[in-house]
T-cell receptor, first 117, second 120 residues
Framework: AQKITQTQPGMFVQEKEAVTLDCTYD???????LFWYKQPSSGEMIFLIY??????QNATEGRYSLNFQKARKSANLVISASQLGDSAMYFC??????????????FGKGTKLSVKP | GAVVSQHPSRVICKSGTSVKIECRSL??????MFWYRQFPKQSLMLMAT?????????EQGVEKDKFLINHASLTLSTLTVTSAHPEDSSFYIC????????????????FGPGTRLTVL
């Protein structure tokens, strides 16, 4: 079973509008972390935002916010005021603390976001 | 933010040769580094976890004799693709884990810029 599911292979958004990228996860570990990364066409992976499983508030970093719904096991990324430079692949990832994991990130399949001028 | 460098960024080699890729954490010590492989339009696939001073842990299906990993210091890990073949052509990305000093779930992984390997 997939641990990280991103159901939107591709998304379009108009410049200056907000967009939500979906991510659901599956884990039985009570302690985990959720991450979002941006991968532009150059290939580098850029860390955007982090949410811990015990965090009470949703994480925010500038124009990025994470809509964390623990009971639903979802961690959607919200990008406000989209810019042309936001066009990229976006990956949701999870780190489980227990279960013998060495702390590696488990990635979803990604969502390709295209911002239209 | 923390910086991870990767060298070379692009390499083209003949089938049968070996290629070494270096991954360095430039401004922090990384006891754990990870090596990923990414095919076009696909997600990152973890190949192995590299711990400083010990043997790497390989994911199922990854040949350890083909993909040699050496984590010689707290800032350097190398991946050597031995006897490369065209099917090894891919985008290889390393990442270094920066310890947060608190719950391990908060540790951030910083990624290198990747190495595009083409085997002719």
């Amino acid at each position: 079973a997939q641990k990280i599911t991103q159901t939107q292979p591709g998304m379009f958004v108009q410049e200056k509008e907000a967009v939500t990228l979906d991510c659901t996860y599956d884990t039985s570990d009570p302690s985990y972390g959720l991450f979002w990364y941006k991968q532009p066409s150059s290939g580098e992976m850029i860390f955007l935002i982090y949410q811990g499983s015990y965090d009470q508030q949703n994480a925010t970093e500038g124009r990025y916010s994470l809509n964390f719904q623990k009971a639903r096991k979802s961690a959607n990324l919200v990008i406000s005021a989209s810019q042309l430079g936001d066009s990229a692949m976006y990956f949701c990832a999870m780190r489980e603390v227990g279960g013998g994991s060495q702390g590696n990130l488990i990635f979803g399949k990604g969502t390709k976001l295209s911002v239209k001028p | 933010g923390a910086v991870v460098s990767q060298h070379p960024s692009r390499v083209i080699c003949k089938s049968g040769t070996s290629v070494k890729i270096e991954c360095r954490s430039l401004d922090f010590q990384a006891t754990t580094m990870f090596w990923y492989r990414q095919f076009p339009k696909q997600s990152l696939m973890l190949m192995a976890t590299s711990n400083e001073g010990s043997k790497a842990t390989y994911e199922q299906g990854v040949e350890k004799d083909k993909f040699l990993i050496n984590h010689a210091s707290l800032t350097l890990s190398t991946l050597t693709v031995t006897s490369a073949h065209p099917e090894d052509s891919s985008f290889y990305i390393c990442s270094a884990r920066r310890l947060a000093g608190g719950p391990t779930s908060t540790d951030t992984q910083y990624f290198g810029p990747g190495t595009r390997l083409t085997v002719l």
